[in-house]
Structure formats: structure tokens, C-alpha cells
């Protein structure tokens, strides 16, 4: 019988789970993902640790009560570890982890596509809702 | 002077946008195309134009409601295409148009990311789970 890679594994296990269907687990974690503070705060974490304020600084449209939520799920889903050095004030780090960095390039490119075709998407808008008001 | 191609014109401009800033209109582009059923709509209409109801069996999770609204946004967005046609009863079918063919693969690939990784995040919430119920 031929070795398995991990991948390959991978690929196999991938074919029981099916985002489609309402009650497969992807579904709910395919939801939780889908959210673009998920993506902000991947996203600047790609260039390695930085501390809550930082992460404030960085993201000036994200609120506390916000951030410090999407911090904790992201931390309960593995996707981003929190390291507490006891000074004083007390230091509180979060970085990527390695199954975090496997989602970076999908949340980067999220953001991108954004940043790229948000004038197209302008365009359309602006079509769209002259049609709309053309036939009213 | 160098003439610019589309590509570069475009990732010059993309400079301008920056969808980490709340009053950048990209945020919330960014926020609208974060939502599954936006995947799942769109990879739903990777193999070609689906009827409405077509796609409700594709989705089994989805209700008539959030698809209406769905498929409603993404036309106005201009990633969609709605064509009627004056048939008994009225047929309606949707189609992928050129800008919703580039954020596709973006789609496509969170949706794969979370039916690849449903099982290490599963793992991650119950070390999560157990450290947080060990130290109350």
C-alpha cells in the first residue's frame, strides 16, 4: 500500500465535510471566519507579535469591547496565541500560530481584493441603483 | 515615459485604499464580501449560471429570505448577474460576471480552509475549553 502524505490525508479527510450543508461544522466555523476583523487583525499580525495597543493602533476602526472578542476567539480557535509577561504593568502579546499562518494568505488576499476592486464595485453600485430608479 | 499596464495602474491605485481605517470605504467592502453565504453563493456559481431553486438545493442551510438578500447585494455589487427570462412561469437565473470571477478563488479558498482545518480548531477549543475550566 502507498505512503499517505499529511496532505494527501488531508485531501481525503476534506471530502466528509461540506460547508454547504447547514449542519457541518465548516458551516459555522466557515461563518466565523468570515468576518473582517478576523481578517484586520490576521492580517497585521503577519509581520509578527504585537501587544493590545498596538493591535488598537493599527486597526483605528476596531472598538475595544470588538477587538478584545475577536482576540479571545481567535485564541480559543488556535489561530492566535497570547503570551503574558508578568511586569509591571503586566505585557500582553498576541502572535500567529502555525495553523494561524496557514489562513494568513486567504485573509490577505480578502483585503487586497477589496483595496483593488472597490472602484469597480462602485461603478456597479452606482449602475445598479440608476436601473433601480430608472424603473420606479 | 514607461507606459503603465491595467495591473500596475491598478495596484498603484489600490495604495490609496487602506481597509485597516474605519472611514475607508474598502472596510466596508471588506465587511459585506466577509459573510459565508457570500462564498458560498459564489462558488455555488463557479461551474456556470444556477436557477434560483437550483440554488436553494445547493445550500441546504440557507433560508429563501437571506439568499433573496444575498443574491440581491451581490448583483448591486456587480459580482452577479440576475437574467429573467419571460417564460410560464417566469425563469430567473444567476451567473457569475467578470469582477465576481476574480474574488471567486477567494471564496473558494476560505471555504477550503475551513473544511481542511475544521478538526485542528476543534482540537484548539477543547485545549481552550479544558485550560479555562482547569483554572475556575
Redesign the interface.
Known sequence: MATQTAVQR??L??VA???????C???K???R????W???VLV?LAGGSQRYSELLR????VSQKMLTQTLRSL?????VSRRVTASVPVRVDYELTE?GT??L??MR?????????????????E???SQVNASV
Open positions: 488531508r485531501q479527510d476534506a465535510y461540506n460547508a454547504f450543508l447547514r449542519d461544522p465548516t458551516q466555523l466557515l461563518d471566519i468570515s468576518d473582517k478576523v481578517s484586520l497585521a493599527t486597526m483605528p476602526g485564541e480559543r480557535d488556535g489561530l495553523l496557514t489562513l494568505p486567504v488576499a480578502i483585503k487586497d481584493w477589496a483595496e483593488c476592486y472597490i472602484e469597480d464595485v462602485d461603478a456597479a453600485r449602475r445598479y441603483d
